[in-house]
């Protein structure tokens, strides 16, 4: 019955969205539409990677989370490299960090210390999570600090060999936590509830929902452009918040669901495993195919962006650490997430 | 007989405070007499507090430490603020906010290490209070980032809404370690000593020392403008410095008496307690205040005065977490706090 | 047998550098005789090390190989200091730092994580190591952030507080840890292996060794500069990682054999131990040279040098903090190493 309604609300807010984009001229109501289908079939999908996940164990159902989560942006940030928008691109890619270390992981610890006086998770994980973290922060950095003294080309050449340390980095980090030390990383609370549907069921749920997710998507960046003139925003604040909010759905809602069946150690997982896989693997990715494009984009951000991704760093490593989270901790995430989206607004 | 002399001095260092003050307008002697006396009268709070501290268990002891050594403290910034002194306001914050990480505590931490070999203390609290620094540093670190690209108007606001994100935080963290989690941040060790005088007695000193101090820490404020001019010290070292150590001078007594007794635990929350509530109250209360005032105070400190706080965090936070001291600890926060004064002497 | 062909290499390597030196004029052979040299007699320097380690416990064993390894380069920094090239002195210092903390002890971890899959060492050791690179950390910013504000002579007065703050800190480091908490940071790993020879040759063929490397190391130096040019290569590039590189060769075998042998307490100690040593002791050590030889040095380094050595600081602290290490953790510090190798070489 539960199922039934719930794909009902899926299949409505995706058929709304349909006829908005492809029947209708009006483009609040399109961004309106597709921004409510994303989060209903970012929910779906949700859903079906926690299935996936019950059969796969919560550390690679988390890397599916991760990875399904950011599928969607990377095409959407694929599209907007080809176009040339290099500023949004960045500010996607800063919007999504932030936004998985500190409003994803805040309401996620937030929510479940409502529930649970205190939650542990396997802080060995978040000691290895904090150093992958700290790369990405210094590879992020180093060439915001070298580019006043360096010209254009010699900044595109240190950009392509820090995206390439980036990606090896990051599929040497797969290798260690999949293969190598498999068993060291593992989460060691158990297993609770039943999956929504058999492994079989589950696995095509989890490619058509992220077909459907990435589809819509793409309309949603169609109308926003327009969305943002009518507001009066900055493409920056857009990108970094609006479109980072909508696209991240998906690990929202699946990380929020697990922290409050008190299984923190995989919405953990969710939240930071995605902020990494955007610093170590979306970003240089579209640094790479920019190059091969003919119109290469640079790894050098602003110091806006760098200021934003290394407080939340900070802030997310200094809380997870310990391998053990409360109510409060969701507070301090929150708060830096609000601070910093004000300072965004207002830039 | 020892509270006879106790109180013997205390009433002498009073009575010629006064008499300087208001008899005779030698502002060196004023200015000498006045920080003996807040000295003097800062050590009977810092009894009555310990008293206090007894009845009411070492962590609110230590937050009542931390309070009424920044009562007169939140006065004297009061007038400041409405003077317009804004420089010396944020001089004096950020010497509170260095002073109790690295002199407070180190005094602390290297006294009591020179007795005992290891000091041990709740390290689940130093974390807590590690994410909280964190927070405070990010929240004074963004709006000087984002200050170049922003009209002043926007800078206000800005320093508005992130001075009340600071005081929803640092209420909710009172409710936190107060009511949802007090069990969980108790310190393990015992209580000892016997406190001087009687629980009513003690409440009643508590309050007639914290009217004695801020009564004459305004007359210090008087005086100190003159004698700055006279050795030809800049406000900025003044107002870190100077007042900052006399100002501190209650926790200064307090942490270190219980360092010395074994009770670091008590020390370490009294000093970045302390720390933590000028941030997180003291400082966006004044801003708020001034908005009140019609004379609004952003919330932008200097380069300088962003480096000395960030760098006190960063070593306090290093020094703190595993939840034990020992003397060369102490060095370490006070040999970064000599070349922190160091640089602010030469400005 | 293994001995002997041993010490023909070293001494091959030193007579065709003695004669590449003495007997022709080819820069680039010189240059590359003596590099092969240094890192042969490295070698040597590091089995009698290793012995002489044996003989007095893995922890003064590692601070011996600390002392060792920068013997040379203080010889070295000396003469460049007496010739005014402080750029290359400071760009050096830079070098030797980085070096340790991300090349050598990203090596040792690297190579040791492939023999055994988790190395743990003494974790109290790496908290008090972290703690003392913050110190340094901020003592070496805290002269550039104060700079723009201050005339040259007050620069030099800093300089040299700052460089008497940090020999008093590292003389009582040592007192920490070699007299009052001797026991308390020692290993806990029991030694094995048997040393090459007994207690007295070893003292004798480690100083005969420092003694060789340290005439070989100036002989390098004089072929350098020729190469720098002929190469096109930057003097900062060459003195932060070729000169680097080569000079601390003596940790790297010392610390890379010790890793390889599951004794990687030992192996940390040398490389952060080695890092610690240059920064609190040999920097500060050369800017007090400078004032007694009338051309004062000061502690003012460049943007670049200070980003490199707070990013290695910063990621090989939350490497080393939880007291273990694996393949992977090495993988990391290498991959900041080339980044940072990188945006020098482009400088």
Redesign the interface.
Known sequence: MKQKLFFTLVGASFALAAYAHYGTDLDLFKFITASLAVVFLAAWLGKATESVAHYAGDRIGGFLNATFGNAAELIIAFFLVKSGYFDMVKASITGSIIGNMLLVLGLSVFLGGLIY??QKFNS?LA??N???M??AV??L???A??MQ??PVA?IN??SI??AV??I??YV??LI?SMV??KD?LSDIEPHDGEPSWSKGVSIIMLLVATFFVALVSEWLVHSVEVVTKAFGWSEIFVGAFVIAIIGNAAEHSAAILLAMKNRIGAAVEIAIGSSLQIALFVAPTLVLISWFLGQPMNIVFS??EL?AIG?SA??A???S??GAT????G??LL??Y???G??FF??
Chains 1, 2, 3 share one sequence.
């Open positions: 006086k205190e060995l000691g290895h904090a150093s992958l700290i790369l210094i590879a950095f180093v060439p600090v070298f003294q360096l010699k050449t240190l060999v820090i340390i980036l090896v980095a040497l980090w260690f190598t030390h060291f110091p806006f200021a407080a900070f802030i490593i200094s809380i650490r310990d409360n109510w409060f901790e507070v301090l708060a830096v609000i601070i910093l004000t300072a207002f830039v």
